[in-house]
Each structure stands twice: as structure tokens, then as C-alpha cells.
């Protein structure tokens, strides 16, 4: 793949980004009006395409290692902890039936979801500027070629 179809995909992953990003907010604005056993199996639909998706993107980062940089590699790797530790912790508060209990858990939930709503937006604007950067990277390249 040469640099300017590299460039070209990142320019299709990023409106791929927007498309799917509608999809969630379409998803959970729908889940106000559904049954709760539709909307549990919805969340649980939603885990496992997520955790896939980050399956996919640790061997993606693997295999690709060498042309990944340090940090965004070990960004990769914090997130995927971070993850799992949210998922263990909602496993755990499931079982929790009081009401007392339920409300704390829902209160706690809601925040992690703004908190992830917040962090995929600073994802995006730090995607953007990767790319923007990676564009200017290949012009200074380009310019220097043909200066020499």
C-alpha cells in the first residue's frame, strides 16, 4: 500500500468512526423505549463486538508492532487493562440485587459511561491530529525528495 492509499484509509476510517458512533447513539436512544431483557441483550451484544474489537486491535498492534510507536502501543495496552478491570467490576456489581445496591451500581455506570463518551471524543480529536500530522509528515517527505 503506498503512503497516499494509507492516507486515503485513514480518511474512510475516520468517516467509518462517524458512521459507527451515529450507530451507538441510534442504539442507545432507541434503548430508552425497549423491555429491560432487550436492552440487557443489547449490552451484552455490545461487550462482545467490543471485546473482539479490541482482540482484533491487540494482534493488529502486535503484528504491527515495529511501525506503531512505543507510546501509542502502550496507550493500547492500558486501555485494554482498563477495560477489562470496568468489565470485571460490572460482572460483579450484576449480582448485587438490593435496592440501595442497584442504584449505586446504576449511578456508577451512568458516570462510566459519560467518562467513555468523553475519552472516545479526546480519541477522535487525538485521531484527527494523528492523521493531519501523518499528511504533513509525507509533504515535508515529498518536499525533500524533490529538493535533492
Same mark, same amino acid.
Given at each position: 500500500?503506498?503512503?497516499?492509499?494509507?492516507?486515503?484509509?485513514?480518511?474512510?476510517?475516520?468517516?467509518?468512526?462517524?458512521?459507527?458512533?451515529?450507530?451507538?447513539?441510534?442504539?442507545?436512544?432507541?434503548?430508552?423505549?425497549?423491555?429491560?431483557?432487550?436492552?440487557?441483550?443489547?449490552?451484552?451484544?455490545?461487550?462482545?463486538?467490543?471485546?473482539?474489537?479490541?482482540?482484533?486491535?491487540?494482534?493488529?498492534?502486535?503484528?504491527?508492532?515495529?511501525?506503531?510507536?512505543?507510546?501509542?502501543?502502550?496507550?493500547?495496552?492500558?486501555?485494554?487493562?482498563?477495560?477489562?478491570?470496568?468489565?470485571?467490576?460490572?460482572?460483579?456489581?450484576?449480582?448485587?440485587?438490593?435496592?440501595?445496591? &442497584? /442504584?449505586?451500581?446504576?449511578? #456508577? =455506570?451512568?458516570?462510566?459511561?459519560?467518562? $467513555?463518551? !468523553?475519552? @472516545?471524543? *479526546? %480519541?477522535?480529536?487525538? &485521531? /484527527?491530529?494523528?492523521?493531519? #500530522? =501523518?499528511?504533513?509528515?509525507?509533504?515535508? $517527505?515529498? !518536499?525533500? @525528495?524533490? *529538493? %535533492?
Amino acid at each position: 500500500m503506498t503512503t497516499s492509499e494509507k492516507l486515503m484509509d485513514a480518511s474512510q476510517k475516520l468517516a467509518k468512526l462517524s458512521e459507527r458512533a451515529k450507530e451507538a447513539e441510534d442504539h442507545a436512544s432507541a434503548a430508552r423505549n425497549q423491555a429491560k431483557a432487550d436492552v440487557e441483550k443489547s449490552a451484552d451484544e455490545a461487550r462482545a463486538r467490543a471485546e473482539a474489537h479490541a482482540e482484533e486491535l491487540q494482534r493488529s498492534a502486535t503484528a504491527t508492532g515495529a511501525h506503531i510507536s512505543a507510546s501509542w502501543n502502550d496507550m493500547q495496552k492500558s486501555w485494554g487493562n482498563h477495560m477489562a478491570q470496568v468489565r470485571q467490576s460490572i460482572d460483579d456489581k450484576k449480582g448485587q440485587r438490593d435496592a440501595r445496591r &442497584a /442504584e449505586a451500581r446504576a449511578d #456508577d =455506570a451512568e458516570a462510566d459511561a459519560l467518562f $467513555a463518551i !468523553d475519552y @472516545a471524543y *479526546a %480519541t477522535v480529536e487525538e &485521531a /484527527e491530529y494523528a492523521v493531519l #500530522d =501523518a499528511i504533513s509528515a509525507r509533504m515535508e $517527505a515529498e !518536499d525533500r @525528495a524533490m *529538493a %535533492t
